[in-house]
């Protein structure tokens, strides 16, 4: 019977250094190279075939997800000055819209 002759601890966390090293490196380096473009091109395809065969309820299930979610992370979600920077960028927004619409009309 061949015995496993045992390393000290040292050189076995030392290797594994190593080699997670490099695993995590070609990870980290191949996640940065992907074509983001598409990725996102993916997504929105993907979501959009989505809420149009499930139509408008699902598009709320979905945000409902991801409001309880961020909740889940932050109990304390929204605060009041995200309450107060949400409304301005709405407010914001329908200016915009109501300035495009009264372009388009003239």
């Not at 250094?17 to 929105?44: H, L, M």
């Not at 699902?58 to 929204?78: D, G, K, N």
Request: charged fraction near 35%.
């Amino acid at each position: 019977m061949r015995r496993e002759v045992e390393r000290p601890r040292f050189a076995r966390s030392r290797q594994a250094g190593c080699y997670n090293r490099g695993v995590i490196t070609r990870g980290i380096r191949e996640f940065v190279a992907r074509d983001w473009a598409a990725v996102r091109a993916s997504k929105d395809a993907y979501w959009a075939d989505r809420i149009a065969r499930l139509g408008p309820l699902e598009a709320f299930r979905v945000s409902e997800e991801l409001r309880l979610q961020a909740r889940m992370q932050t109990p304390s979600w929204p605060d009041d000055a995200s309450r107060r920077d949400d409304l301005r960028a709405h407010v914001k927004f329908v200016h915009l819209l109501r300035r495009a619409d009264s372009t388009r009309r003239a």
